[in-house]
C-alpha cells in the first residue's frame, strides 16, 4: 500500500491498495510538482517492472500517465523515479552472474505526464556508440551488469545534466570473457537530462574482476579555488 497522511497530525489522507503479488519499493515515493495542464503526481516503482503513477491529491491512478497509471518498465528496480524536468529516471536490477541477454543494465526515462519512454542510455555501449572500443573480442555481446543498481542519480539543475553511477559488468567476479576496460562498468556518468545523450564519464576500475561497485549517487558541490568556483561532484 501507498499512504498519504496530513504532515501537521499525521492523520490518514489517502490511501491506494496496489493489486496482489505487487510491492511497492522500500525505497519511497517520487513527488512530481506537475505542469500547467496536469496535476502533482506520485511515482514509485514496484514488483514485476511496473512503474505506478497516482494523483498526489487523493491517491488515485494518474489519467493520461501509461495504461490507468501504470507503465512496463521492461526491467526491474527498487529505486525511486529520479525527476528531470518532465522526465522520471531509472536504473535497472540485474542479476550479476552469470551473463542476462533479456537484461541489460541500461538506464532509462519516461515522460512524467504520458509514460512513454524518452530515452534509454546503453552502459554497455554498442556497435558506434561511445566506449564500445572497450570492450575486445566482442565481449559486449548480451552482456549485463553495469547498472544504476543504487536507489537515487543526482540532477543538476544548472547544467542540466543527470549523473549516476554505474556498477560491475556481469559476471562480476570473473572477467575472461570480457577483455578491455569495459566502459561504462564502474562509472560515473553524465548525460543530458531530457535526451539521455551522452555528456562524458570517469571510470573508477577498469576491467573490474573483485565487484568495485560504485554505491550512492554523487553529490554536488561548489570548489573554491583562486577566487572561482568550480562546480564539482564528490563520490565515494
Not at 496496489?18 to 505542469?35: D, Q, R
Not at 552472474?97 to 530515452?119: E, H
Not at 570517469?202 to 576491467?207: A, G, L, M, P, Y
Given at each position: 500500500?501507498?499512504?498519504?497522511?496530513?504532515?501537521?497530525?499525521?492523520?490518514?489522507?489517502?490511501r491506494?491498495?496496489?493489486?496482489?503479488?505487487?510491492?511497492?519499493?522500500?525505497?519511497?515515493?517520487?513527488?512530481?510538482?506537475?505542469?500547467?495542464?496536469?496535476?502533482?503526481?506520485?511515482?514509485?516503482?514496484?514488483?514485476?517492472?511496473?512503474?505506478?503513477?497516482?494523483?498526489?491529491?487523493?491517491?488515485?491512478?494518474?489519467v493520461?500517465?501509461?495504461?490507468?497509471?501504470?507503465?512496463?518498465m521492461?526491467?526491474?528496480?527498487?529505486?525511486?523515479?529520479?525527476?528531470?524536468?518532465?522526465?522520471?529516471?531509472?536504473?535497472?536490477?540485474?542479476?550479476?552472474?552469470?551473463?542476462?541477454?533479456?537484461?541489460?543494465?541500461?538506464?532509462?526515462?519516461?515522460?512524467?505526464?504520458?509514460?512513454?519512454?524518452?530515452?534509454?542510455?546503453?552502459?554497455?555501449?554498442r556497435?558506434?556508440?561511445?566506449?564500445?572500443?572497450?570492450?575486445?573480442?566482442?565481449?559486449?555481446?548480451?552482456?549485463?551488469?553495469?547498472?544504476?543498481?543504487?536507489?537515487?542519480?543526482?540532477?543538476?539543475?544548472?547544467?542540466?545534466?543527470?549523473?549516476?553511477t554505474?556498477?560491475?559488468?556481469?559476471?562480476?567476479?570473473?572477467?575472461?570473457?570480457?577483455?578491455?576496460?569495459?566502459?561504462?562498468?564502474?562509472?560515473?556518468?553524465?548525460?543530458?537530462?531530457?535526451?539521455?545523450?551522452?555528456?562524458?564519464?570517469?571510470?573508477?576500475?577498469?576491467?573490474?574482476?573483485?565487484?568495485?561497485?560504485?554505491?550512492?549517487?554523487?553529490?554536488?558541490?561548489?570548489?573554491?579555488?583562486?577566487?572561482?568556483?568550480?562546480?564539482?561532484?564528490?563520490?565515494?
Open positions: 500500500q501507498v499512504v498519504a497522511v496530513d504532515a501537521s497530525n499525521g492523520r490518514e489522507t489517502w491506494h491498495t496496489l493489486p496482489e503479488g505487487v510491492f511497492a519499493s522500500s525505497y519511497g515515493v517520487t513527488y512530481w510538482p506537475g505542469t500547467r495542464d496536469v496535476a502533482p503526481r506520485i511515482f514509485f516503482t514496484t514488483s514485476k517492472r511496473k512503474l505506478f503513477a497516482l494523483e498526489a491529491a487523493t491517491g488515485q491512478p494518474a493520461g500517465f501509461g495504461k490507468q497509471g501504470v507503465v512496463n521492461g526491467v526491474r528496480w527498487r529505486g525511486v523515479p529520479v525527476v528531470f524536468g518532465n522526465t522520471l529516471a531509472i536504473g535497472a536490477r540485474v542479476i550479476e552472474t552469470p551473463q542476462d541477454p533479456d537484461a541489460p543494465g541500461d538506464t532509462r526515462a519516461f515522460d512524467a505526464v504520458t509514460g512513454a519512454l524518452k530515452w534509454v542510455f546503453h552502459s554497455v555501449p556497435e558506434g556508440e561511445v566506449g564500445h572500443e572497450t570492450w575486445l573480442d566482442d565481449g559486449w555481446r548480451d552482456r549485463s551488469g553495469a547498472n544504476v543498481w543504487g536507489p537515487h542519480m543526482t540532477v543538476d539543475e544548472k547544467l542540466g545534466l543527470l549523473y549516476f554505474l556498477g560491475s559488468p556481469s559476471s562480476n567476479y570473473y572477467g575472461g570473457d570480457r577483455p578491455g576496460n569495459n566502459l561504462f562498468g564502474n562509472s560515473i556518468v553524465a548525460v543530458d537530462g531530457n535526451t539521455g545523450k551522452y555528456r562524458w564519464h570517469f571510470q573508477t576500475v577498469h576491467h573490474d574482476i573483485w565487484d568495485y561497485d560504485n554505491p550512492p549517487a554523487p553529490v554536488l558541490v561548489d570548489i573554491q579555488q583562486g577566487g572561482e568556483t568550480i562546480p564539482a561532484l564528490a563520490q565515494i
